[in-house]
């Protein structure tokens, strides 16, 4: 299959796959205030979210039973359409009168993106040759970054003119139109290790702990955690720090919203052109370094009293520092795999910088009260540039180290 046929097969999907979730987790709880939702009810509405973190518990589920990249295809395919139709289920309730049958849906709907998105995962690991994996997975961060441009700025605007069905409606298409570049992988698998040896049908709940057993996997349990932790903090009060500022809701939304997420999918493509051009290891101490210098130019910024074109830079910098780690950390995780357990292992290490990240905000939430923008911002640089010294000793490459994931395969066998 051509470089190109997989690139649009993985934009499409990540694409699509996002502007649903963004949608439900950031449009709907502004549309349930516009409708006079109370606090607690929209508070609620953060269960959906669930599924995304615990998804985990069922890849390895996806991994026994997907033999080859058809059988992976096929639960995407699977995946995509019920969540369509669940979407569409969604347009017929009420907000105003149905709207604990509505969160019950969106859960569903969350658990079938989650799915649809570990064997995504797993098919984007199968496909890529390692040299493609930084372009693939600038395409899997933009679109990603892009699909929350469209379902937070977009679908927004749409909802006064179309109302809550057909919005719903469009979102079902939306879903279903991105399924076009894979139902023309017609590619068949030729029989691999998994399949000969009958790896798969061993693939269980057991294989989780058995991820972090692997020889020197704990260097890069602490990087994951670590990697976001200069950046998360400042990208979740900055909207805050911009109200105390003066700015409104619509200033927000399009300097965060747009031009933020904007940068944020251009530099994906950047941080891939870097990983082509040196190795994993500079490159993801070049983007926590470029991290630091974000947040500390941000920090520098609270001192005083900033112009509209000095927080337009601010912004640029914290969201294209963003994106260039985003690539990292998906590139360096698909190269830390075992063979028959992609969708596993790349879910579990993805899920490990959410939960760090989680942390990490609502930490930060706390040492912004005591110390005030200023001194969080200041403690978010100190935080990207140990990251960014600490690379050099914690990264390393299963596959160039010689720890292939047969010999893992061997062992545990």
């Not at 139109?177 to 049908?201: C, F, H, M, N, W």
């Not at 805050?240 to 965060?256: F, Q, W």
Request: aromatic share 14%.
């Amino acid at each position: 299959m051509r470089a190109k046929q997989k690139y649009s097969i993985l934009f499409s999907l990540y694409l699509a796959q996002s502007i649903p979730m963004s949608f439900f987790s950031t449009v709907l709880p502004v549309i349930m205030r516009m409708e006079n939702y109370s606090l607690a009810s929209i508070g609620l509405l953060q269960l959906i979210k669930i599924p995304w973190i615990l998804k985990f518990l069922w890849a390895p589920f996806v991994d026994r039973n997907a033999h080859n990249n058809m059988h992976y295809r096929q639960w995407i395919i699977s995946a995509e359409v019920f969540y369509a139709v669940v979407i569409i289920a969604i347009g017929f309730f009420s907000l105003e009168t149905q709207f604990s049958t509505i969160v019950v849906l969106m859960i569903m709907a969350f658990i079938l993106s989650a799915t649809q998105d570990i064997a995504s995962d797993a098919f984007a690991v199968r496909i890529l040759k390692k040299k493609q994996r930084s372009y693939g997975n600038s395409l899997q961060s933009s679109g990603n970054f892009l699909g929350t441009l469209i379902g937070s700025g977009v679908l927004l605007m749409l909802y006064s003119t179309m109302g809550w069905q057909y919005l719903m409606f469009l979102l079902s298409v939306i879903v279903l139109v991105a399924l076009i570049p894979i139902s023309r992988y017609k590619q068949k698998s030729k029989p691999d290790d998994t399949e000969r040896t009958g790896l798969k049908k061993r693939v269980s709940l057991r294989d989780i702990p058995g991820f972090f057993k692997q020889p020197k996997i704990g260097r890069r349990v602490i990087l994951l955690v670590l990697i976001y932790s200069g950046i998360v903090g400042i990208l979740a009060l900055l909207k805050p720090y911009m109200v105390d500022l003066g700015y409104s809701i619509r200033e927000i939304a399009v300097m965060t919203g747009v031009f933020g997420t904007a940068f944020g999918a251009a530099s994906s493509f950047f941080g891939a052109f870097i990983m082509r051009r040196t190795n994993n290891k500079t490159a993801l101490r070049i983007f926590t370094f470029y991290a630091f210098l974000g947040a500390l130019y941000l920090a520098f910024l609270t001192m005083i009293t900033p112009s509209q074109g000095e927080l337009y830079v601010g912004i640029a910098l914290i969201w294209s520092a963003y994106g260039m780690c985003a690539v990292g950390v998906y590139t360096i995780s698909m190269n830390t795999v075992r063979a028959g357990r992609e969708g596993t292992d790349y879910t579990l290490q993805i899920v490990l910088t959410h939960l760090s990240s989680l942390m990490i905000v609502v930490i930060s939430g706390r040492i912004g009260d005591w110390l005030g923008y200023t001194g969080l911002f200041f403690v978010e640089a100190s935080l990207a540039l140990t990251v960014s010294i600490l690379t050099k000793y914690l990264y390393y490459d299963p596959e160039l180290s010689g720890l292939t994931e047969l010999k893992y395969q061997k062992k545990s066998a």
